[in-house]
């Protein structure tokens, strides 16, 4: 396991951009595949991107070409670049690791969670 810690939500208006970032430690960060998720009210959480060790990313359709999945290996950090924002993506974003990027329940570590706040 692996501690997460998010940062970086906030309230801004539709069209505008946020960066979240992760800071994890306790773990060799390494080991683990990273993702973000969401959660809006009455809704359950849904994958929004996921990045392995090496790099390679995965977007949820809705967010393909808005959203930007990145990690720093050395720094222990992973960012989420969310711009065009729409009101739709208003919700609570969770940091998450993952040995082999299945993020089931009892295997993955999440963290506290942001709230990403659209308005129209």
């Known amino acids: 396991q692996v501690q997460l810690v998010e940062s970086g939500g906030g309230l801004v208006q539709a069209g505008s951009s946020l960066r979240l970032s992760c800071a994890a430690s306790?773990?060799?960060?390494?080991?683990?595949?990273m993702g973000w998720f969401r959660q809006a009210p009455g809704k359950q959480r849904e994958l929004v991107a996921r990045?392995?060790?090496?790099?390679?990313?995965n977007y949820a359709d809705s967010v393909k070409g808005r959203f930007t999945i990145s990690r720093d290996n050395v720094k222990n950090m992973m960012y989420l670049q969310m711009n065009s924002l729409k009101p739709e993506d208003t919700a609570v974003y969770y940091c998450?690791?993952?040995?082999?990027?299945?993020?089931?329940?009892?295997?993955?570590?999440w963290g506290q969670g942001t709230q990403v706040t659209i308005s129209s």
């Open positions: 998450a690791a993952d040995r082999i990027g299945a993020f089931r329940d009892g295997f993955a570590s």
């Open positions: 306790g773990r060799t960060f390494t080991s683990f595949v």
């Open positions: 990045i392995t060790v090496g790099g390679i990313t």
